[in-house]
């Protein structure tokens, strides 16, 4: 090995994701050490099991127990070693990050990584060439501490175009604006920023924002004119939420019941709306969206608050815990699905919203007006319950859009073998100029498919 190029040598360091595998590297071979100081990234993540080894340690007075080097300190001394840094990634692994306060009242501070003194003594150091920087804090330590983290960085990092904090409780006093900023994500935060002014202010650059979970809002506005992907995932949703980005293409919004919702994104193609009620949702026109995901309670009361949309061309519906016995609180149906929408081309209905559509089943209500011409791909989620009944249901779905052309049906991986053996069979027997595509889906699992491009031949099923 001592004969290896170094510039292999380092290719082979800058391959390993975990800097403390780089670490360990460095003790094994003193070309490794030597070479390391070159490598322009650091990735150090604090594992469950290491949290509690240090627990267990420094509860336990005797000699012998061995000593577990601080957390901090293993990432000083990572930065020390490194001429220049275009990324640094320090945190807590994501089961050390599910630890629940109520589990643990953890005083200590050996893993509040967005402390402003600990960050101090490295940010400086690496800010001239700092890229991407990602702190994934522990919140048991952070939630009940305020973190000056984002002035830091601001102050520090002029050059930065990706920042990801998680886990933290920050706070906005003294922000410098920061225009080479282009990526943004906070993630389970507390923010002290109740209307988003000081986001808005500080980063007019922003072309991706990534909300989740961001707590201590009160009236809070997004308006970022060069913002082209959003994230926004409200757990506790404040009265009422805005958004002003013309140049935004891609949204996400999750929130629960909002008094008020306001999007202004002209430009917008590819929208993913989920919310629990929509009682007082107004939708203004979206002229360029093209793709649209649709997710509420009864999804029928959320469709239906939509114009008359002609540009979407991917449709997909669900419903959030649909119940049996809720049909009463329904009104969905298929032609008043492609009322809103007549010129979707492909068509995907998920579980619930399946549920939902058999429960209200009518056959005068299967009846589709407009908008069947245009429809050339289908794809359903069945639980057949009643295979009669959700037989009658694709039948009106096929029967009535002329031009479609494949359909694909996902049947529960729960449902008896035979049963689907036999809804596959009639399915195919009926309509045998289709093509056919089968798989099987259940509730945190992937779906898999059974087969693919099926013609003349009924698939066998694993179950």
Request: hydrophobic fraction near 40%; include cysteine; charge should be neutral.
């Amino acid at each position: 090995m001592d004969k290896l190029p170094q510039a292999l040598i380092l290719e082979i360091l800058s391959r390993l994701n975990d800097s403390a595998d780089v670490a360990r590297c460095r003790l094994a071979w003193k070309t490794f050490d030597a070479l390391s100081s070159d490598l322009r990234s650091i990735n150090l993540q604090c594992s469950l099991e290491r949290y509690i080894r240090s627990r267990s340690r420094a509860s336990d007075s005797s000699s012998s127990a061995q000593i577990t080097i601080p957390f901090k300190r293993i990432f000083l001394n990572l930065v020390s070693n490194l001429r220049v840094v275009d990324s640094v990634r320090i945190g807590t692994e994501k089961p050390l990050r599910d630890v629940s306060y109520d589990d643990v009242e953890d005083e200590a501070d050996d893993l509040y990584l967005t402390d402003g003194n600990f960050v101090k003594e490295w940010l400086p150091r690496v800010s001239g060439e700092l890229k991407s920087l990602s702190v994934s804090d522990f919140w048991v330590q952070s939630c009940w501490r305020r973190s000056n983290l984002l002035p830091l960085v601001s102050a520090y990092c002029h050059n930065l175009l990706k920042l990801e904090v998680k886990n933290a409780w920050l706070s906005v006093d003294n922000l410098n604006p920061m225009p080479n900023l282009t990526s943004l994500t906070l993630e389970f935060i507390r923010l002290d920023d109740d209307n988003l002014n000081e986001l808005n202010r500080c980063f007019p650059s922003l072309q991706v924002l990534n909300l989740i979970g961001v707590g201590g809002l009160k009236l809070p506005t997004i308006h970022l004119p060069n913002l082209k992907t959003c994230h926004w995932a409200v757990s506790n949703a404040p009265s009422s939420l805005s958004l002003i980005a013309p140049n935004l293409i891609t949204l996400r919004l999750e929130c629960v019941r909002p008094t008020a919702l306001y999007v202004e994104a002209p430009m917008l193609a590819h929208f993913h709306l989920a919310l629990d009620h929509a009682d007082t949702f107004v939708v203004r026109r979206f002229e360029n969206l093209k793709t649209l995901w649709l997710e509420c309670l009864y999804i029928g009361s959320l469709c239906f608050k939509f114009p008359l949309t002609i540009s979407v061309e991917h449709l997909t519906v669900d419903s959030r815990k649909w119940a049996k016995g809720a049909a009463g609180y329904s009104n969905f149906t298929l032609d008043k699905l492609f009322t809103v929408f007549p010129t979707v081309s492909s068509l995907c209905i998920n579980p619930s919203a399946w549920s939902e559509l058999e429960a209200c089943y009518d056959p005068d209500g299967w009846e589709i007006r407009r908008g069947r011409r245009g429809l050339k791909t289908f794809r359903a989620y069945l639980l057949l319950v009643d295979p009669l009944l959700t037989f009658s249901s694709v039948a009106s779905v096929v029967n009535q859009c002329k031009v479609l052309s494949e359909v694909s049906l996902m049947i529960h991986r729960d449902v008896v073998a035979n049963v689907s053996k036999g809804f596959i069979s009639r399915c195919m027997n009926c309509w045998p100029g289709l093509e056919w595509k089968w798989g099987l889906w259940k509730e945190g699992t992937e779906d898999s498919w059974i087969t693919d491009h099926i013609s003349d031949s009924t698939p066998q099923i694993m179950i």
